[in-house]
């Protein structure tokens, strides 16, 4: 649940987001994620998972859910109809930035107001901080050299979900 094995947050809108992400009792003075955000974070990658996936992208996309197509492979690619509307390294980092989308929709006043690009990278930002695979739920662990500028490298060594 730490933030901080990634960096200060430069780039990411800022010591104005990150206050207001710590107002909203996301994360704590040290950039770790507070307990009670965490777990409902949890729970939404819970909902998130199986058939309901393509629901909770489109709303995250601001879009119909029948535009939603999800071409599975590395990386995953999430049309909108007849446009790349994202990428990420694989399903399970889908459903981890759906679910924290959501939840940082619920607590942050003004993140819709952030611009898309911010937010994605808030989202991959802090994906990073999950302890369990939102696939398979088995340990994650970063890759042993990481560098304290950029996002460290994180998979899954059970179903092999790339994470980061």
């Given at each position: 649940?730490d933030?901080?094995?990634?960096?200060?947050?430069?780039g990411?809108?800022?010591?104005?987001?990150?206050?207001?992400?710590?107002?909203?009792?996301?994360?704590?003075?040290e950039?770790?994620?507070?307990?009670?955000?965490?777990?409902e974070w949890q729970?939404?990658?819970?909902?998130?998972?199986?058939?309901?996936?393509?629901?909770?992208?489109?709303?995250?996309?601001?879009?119909?859910?029948?535009?939603?197509?999800?071409?599975?492979?590395?990386?995953?690619?999430?049309?909108?109809?007849?446009?790349?509307?994202?990428?990420?390294?694989?399903?399970?980092?889908?459903?981890?930035?759906?679910?924290?989308f959501?939840?940082?929709?619920?607590?942050?006043?003004?993140?819709?107001?952030?611009?898309?690009t911010?937010?994605?990278?808030?989202?991959?930002?802090?994906?990073?901080c999950?302890?369990?695979?939102?696939?398979?739920?088995?340990?994650?662990?970063?890759?042993?050299?990481?560098?304290?500028?950029?996002?460290?490298?994180?998979d899954?060594?059970?179903?092999?979900?790339?994470?980061?």
């Amino acid at each position: 649940m730490d933030t901080s094995r990634n960096g200060d947050g430069a780039g990411l809108g800022g010591r104005q987001l990150w206050e207001s992400l710590r107002a909203a009792d996301v994360v704590d003075a040290e950039h770790r994620l507070t307990p009670p955000f965490y777990a409902e974070w949890q729970r939404l990658i819970a909902q998130v998972r199986g058939p309901s996936r393509v629901a909770y992208l489109a709303r995250m996309l601001e879009t119909q859910k029948t535009n939603i197509t999800i071409e599975t492979g590395e990386p995953v690619i999430v049309m909108d109809g007849t446009w790349i509307a994202g990428e990420w390294p694989s399903v399970a980092a889908v459903d981890a930035d759906v679910g924290l989308f959501i939840a940082l929709q619920r607590h942050v006043p003004g993140w819709d107001n952030l611009r898309s690009t911010e937010q994605r990278e808030l989202l991959a930002h802090l994906r990073v901080c999950l302890s369990h695979c939102p696939s398979c739920d088995a340990e994650l662990r970063p890759h042993a050299e990481i560098s304290p500028s950029e996002v460290p490298t994180i998979d899954c060594s059970h179903c092999g979900a790339q994470l980061s």
